[in-house]
């Protein structure tokens, strides 16, 4: 067996697609404890709240928006 071969043998390439992708962020979730979880959450909530924040607030100086 060649070289490349063995190399795809090892790749998962149910993974690939976008639903494949999806299942397994969702197994990783799965296997996080809850203290992880409970925490990993607060903090996408400090930065949806940050994001939303400066929606609308003017850009920063010297940069310039497209």
Known sequence: MAANELH????????TTWEGAR???MRR???LPLERIV?????MEE?????DSTR???PPAG???P
């Open 39 to 43: 925490s990993a959450l607060e903090e």
């Open 63 to 65: 940069r310039v928006d």
């Open 29 to 31: 979730w799965a296997e």
């Open 23 to 25: 299942r397994e962020q």
């Open 47 to 51: 930065l949806a709240n940050r994001l």
């Open 8 to 15: 795809d043998a090892a790749i998962d390439w149910s993974l």
């Open 56 to 58: 609308g607030a003017p």
